[in-house]
């Protein structure tokens, strides 16, 4: 590492891209060619861009995907969206400071918009979006894909862990950066698709077109059918001191460290145990940040175990039944503390707990981008949604449900086209489970010969361990997907099925050599945290439970095992077939500092854009008043530059809170345009 910028990754290669120059507040820095405005300034050590107009509070990132307002910078006199604007050489980009002034733009002429017209246009080009127009594409539909960001692949881009779910149907086993490059690849090489990039689909307009920005000019598309593919945003969530820059959520951190290659934190805690928060630790380690703790609020995280086991044996504190009491700093987060929850989630008084850290993650869920699908609905276009913009579940489900839905569409436009199979329905349903039951661990009784050890004790749908055994010695015995593995057979330790598990769930253990000292073997994919021959290192159990010092005999590091590497170790045959991994961050990085809680109340912010705090909503709300409309128009709630999607729903959390069924809260009137557009754009048709 050297500054902020990520030069040694495990899994990501690091290329060596020009640099430019731009200037921040008149002072000239370095930038990457192509990168966005806020991973520069992340580089460079910037993480405050400017000053909110109503109280000074500093404004940082948020979600890092064009959905909030918190990263606006000046750019060349033009407010802009420093998360989607790339630096161009010369830039001048300024942090807003109160209200920034209006600049003088120049006049524009009335022109001819350029129209286009296509049998489907897919919003998204994400895994939900390119696995429909494969469908699509094989059927000859002519099809428009229209992605905000450069290249498509969506979340897959900042992916580099293994997927779970079927080899067969969603490349189990295939890191998601990966995935995405391969169906990104099958997209381009079929000529009845066309691509956008660079391309933000604005309103779905009763006339049955569709507003995009494409690289910066406007343009009309006219689709028989719309597939909504845009996926989901992040929420949000109520704490004292929320605030405060430095609290962002987790796709913003993955977009900084395994798309831009930045690392912008050195002290992480993770707020949520779903899949996602849990992932993101797991990317922080790979990145060579300290991940001090997680908290998740219910009494087992609702992630993967697997997931939630691999940070725990890497020696990552996992806090369950805790919440965040609040966030302290002046500016920018400088430690966060929590403290445990009764049923009730209220905090236990005396169990609060401290920690300095520079960065605060959340992950406490997504909710579905449905503009698009209500808005042509309203406009009598034909509209499908599918990935998460339909519903909420792993990028293994929306790669397959993208794919019914490429079919679906290309059946109802040439009814020639073959029917679904029922069988794909039922794919469907299990790739889309939350985790099911964990069993008891039972360790294998087998002390001769070599073995894997299949340390997964919960049903998830994964299956790439029994799919790539050459002896077929590990199967599932019921279901092909969601079943638990087990080993019966002949074992020739090959190691693949150590090497493609998702969940770093495998060992094996060698009896052949030496019956008192077999050997063990670990995966291991933070290798950047190097491991050495000879090296003692810390060997844990399942549930990171210490079992001992042990030397480390061989490192294998070949390109077969998919920079998975293999660390091979002797330990005493009644501790072997327990080893699972082995601790790389040490305990200090968790260490507590003193708590000092000051009062807690109402003050938590609720709506950033507007500074509005859940104490002047919940008067609001004591006083009777069930219009969300109302609650904006008193307080302006939701008229901030991010159009209410994130105070929406810490608002409904709040009627919840005082016992109001949401039925008869009357919602928010959606504005017309999804995001800020200069007016200029949509007159003149050009850039």
């Known amino acids: 590492m050297s500054g902020n910028r990520i030069e040694e990754h495990p899994i990501l290669p690091i290329a060596d891209r020009e640099e430019i120059n731009f200037y921040w507040n008149g002072k000239r820095f370095a930038a990457k060619k192509g990168e966005v405005i806020s991973s520069a300034l992340f580089a460079n050590g910037i993480k405050i861009f400017g000053h909110h107009h109503k109280d000074g509070s500093a404004q940082g990132i948020f979600c890092a995907n064009g959905q909030c307002a918190k990263c606006a910078v000046i750019v060349d006199g033009i407010p802009l969206k420093s998360c989607m604007t790339i630096v161009k050489p010369g830039m001048k980009v300024e942090s807003v400071e109160g209200l920034p ?52 692949g969506g979340k897959l881009v900042l992916q580099t862990h293994k997927f779970f779910g079927s080899v067969e149907d969603s490349f189990a086993g295939t890191r998601g950066n990966d995935i995405g490059k391969i169906l990104a690849q099958k997209v381009n090489e079929n000529k009845n698709i066309d691509v956008w990039t660079n391309s933000i689909a604005l309103y779905v307009y009763k006339d049955k077109k569709v507003g995009i920005l494409n690289n910066d000019v406007y343009k009309l598309v006219k689709p028989k059918i719309i597939l909504n593919a845009a996926g989901a945003r992040e929420k949000f969530l109520r704490f004292k001191g929320n605030s405060l820059a430095g609290i962002y959520g987790a796709g913003a951190f993955q977009t900084l460290v395994n798309r831009d290659l930045v690392r912008p934190t050195s002290r992480l805690f993770i707020v949520g145990g779903g899949n996602v928060g849990l992932i993101a630790g797991y990317h922080a380690l790979q990145a060579g940040i300290e991940v001090v703790g997680l908290v998740e609020a219910m009494p087992k995280c609702g992630g993967y175990k697997v997931h939630a086991d691999k940070l725990a044996r890497l020696g990552v504190p996992i806090y369950t039944s805790h919440s965040v009491l609040q966030a302290n700093g002046k500016e920018i987060i400088e430690s966060v503390t929590i403290s445990q929850i009764d049923e009730k989630f209220n905090p236990v008084k005396g169990t609060e707990k401290t920690f300095e850290c520079d960065t605060l993650l959340i992950a406490v869920g997504l909710e579905s981008v449905s503009e698009f699908t209500d808005e042509a609905e309203t406009a009598g276009i034909r509209v499908l949604s599918a990935g998460d913009a339909k519903e909420i579940a792993e990028a293994s489900s929306a790669m397959f449900n993208g794919k019914i839905a490429g079919l679906k569409i290309a059946k109802e436009i040439n009814p020639n086209v073959e029917e679904i199979p029922n069988s794909w329905f039922d794919k469907a349903e299990i790739l889309k489970k939350e985790a099911g039951k964990t069993y008891d661990y039972n360790i ?38 969601m079943d638990l593995p087990v080993y019966e057979g002949r074992c020739i330790g090959c190691g693949k099925c150590v090497t493609i598990c998702p969940g770093l769930a495998i060992t094996l253990v060698d009896f052949r050599k030496d019956i008192v000292f077999p050997t063990v073997t670990l995966p291991y994919e933070v290798s950047n945290h190097k491991i050495s021959i000879d090296d003692e290192i810390l060997c844990v159990d399942i549930d990171g439970m210490e079992l001992g010092m042990f030397a480390v005999i061989q490192v294998l590091d070949v390109k077969a095992n998919n920079r998975t590497q293999l660390i091979k170790l002797k330990a005493p045959k009644n501790i072997a077939k ?38 002047e909503i919940l008067d609001l709300i004591r006083k009777g008043i069930t219009d969300m409309n109302q609650i904006k128009a008193i307080t302006r709630t939701g008229m901030g530059p991010c159009g209410a999607k994130s105070c929406d729903n810490l608002i409904m959390q709040l009627f919840r809170q005082e016992g109001i069924l949401l039925d008869r809260v009357e919602p928010n009137t959606r504005r017309p345009i999804f995001v800020e557009v200069p007016l200029g754009k949509f007159a003149d048709g050009k850039k």
């Open 101 to 152: 002034k209006l600049p003088q733009t120049e006049k524009h002429e009335i022109s001819d918009i350029e129209e286009f017209e296509y049998d489907v246009l897919i919003i998204g080009g994400g895994p939900a979006g390119l696995s429909a127009a494969i469908q699509l594409g094989e059927h000859n539909i002519k099809t428009l894909i229209v992605d905000d960001k450069t290249e498509t």
């Open 578 to 615: 327990k080893i699972v991994s082995f601790q790389i961050q040490k305990a200090e990085v968790s260490k507590q500092k003193e708590t000092e809680i000051q009062n807690i109340s109402d003050e938590e912010m609720v709506c950033l854009c507007e500074r509005v705090t859940a104490k």
């Open 444 to 481: 294998i009784e087998i002390e001769e010969g070599i073995f894997p050890v299949i340390h997964c004790l919960q049903e998830i749908p994964c299956n790439p361990c029994s799919t790539i055994c050459p002896t077929n010695s590990i199967f599932m015995k019921g279901d092909p997907i």
